[in-house]
């Protein structure tokens, strides 16, 4: 069996920067543990796997893997399978992906840089002690998500750069997503992710993350829109904005390989 598969950098103007998602286009979808196979194989923060969606709702449906794990919701791998699907067609400059736990997502050509339509996850306050132990820091702002989303909140970019983390410890509490954000330097907003219990310690640039952080700083700064640096080795811009219950976040992506995956 042949499959395609391409290699993208999302949120990303040129070649290794971003993050880097594995696109699989299918026809069908083959079983779960060899999907599981593949996302370990490539060892990418995730893979996005599509079919042709059959329900009439959508274009495509679409699941992420990372090596360890299926996720609810990738936002960088939503905008590299929509980079992907749109480019390999002749007139679609739209594409809607029908997902099982995050709903119906979409992305859209905006000039020569692409919007992305995710759900806004609005958190709540709720302390997280175990998280801040892991990252060494005392009297944050903690909020949390029910999708195991922990959101810290820090004074300034300087620390947000400065952590470093017990990963070992972070992973303890399982599949959950670490996020610490402050003002930014040179944009509105700066962050940094850590999901070592779904194999990442550090991501480089997380497109569910934003849906997080775009309700809480639009309440914070009194304004619909924001810019974003994920402080990353990498790094990777993302423009964000809320309407209503979306978090429209906008980005640039860039193929770095094309080949075939021979099973």
């Not at 196979?37 to 059959?54: G, H, K, Q, R, Y």
């Not at 791998?77 to 997902?99: K, W």
Request: proline share 6%.
């Amino acid at each position: 069996m042949e499959l395609r598969l391409v290699q993208v950098d999302a949120f990303a103007d040129r070649p290794f920067t971003g993050n880097p998602a594995a696109v699989m286009p299918l026809d069908a979808w083959l079983p779960d543990a060899t999907l599981q196979a593949i996302a370990e194989e490539n060892n990418l923060s995730e893979t996005a796997f599509t079919v042709p969606d059959e329900t009439g709702e959508a274009d495509y449906e679409l699941r992420w893997f990372t090596p360890a794990t299926e996720v609810v919701l990738c936002g960088h791998a939503t905008l590299a399978s929509g980079h992907v699907l749109i480019d390999g067609c002749d007139e679609p400059d739209r594409i809607v992906f029908r997902t099982r736990r995050a709903g119906l997502l979409e992305v859209a050509c905006n000039g020569d840089a692409y919007a992305m339509s995710l759900p806004a996850w609005r958190a709540e306050p709720k302390p997280l002690p175990h998280i801040l132990a892991a990252l060494d820091i005392t009297g944050a702002e903690t909020l949390w998500h029910p999708n195991r989303y922990g959101l810290v909140v820090l004074d300034d970019e300087a620390a947000v750069r400065a952590l470093s983390p017990d990963f070992k410890a972070l992973a303890a509490d399982g599949d959950v997503l670490t996020i610490v954000t402050a003002p930014g330097n040179d944009t509105d907003v700066v962050s940094r992710v850590f999901a070592p219990g779904a194999g990442i310690d550090e991501d480089p640039v997380t497109g569910s993350a934003h849906c997080v952080l775009t309700p809480y700083w639009t309440d914070r700064l009194g304004r619909d829109a924001f810019t974003a640096y994920q402080a990353s080795r990498r790094g990777g811009h993302v423009d964000c904005r809320l309407e209503g219950d979306r978090a429209i976040l906008g980005g640039r992506c860039v193929t770095v390989i094309e080949g075939v995956m021979q099973l």
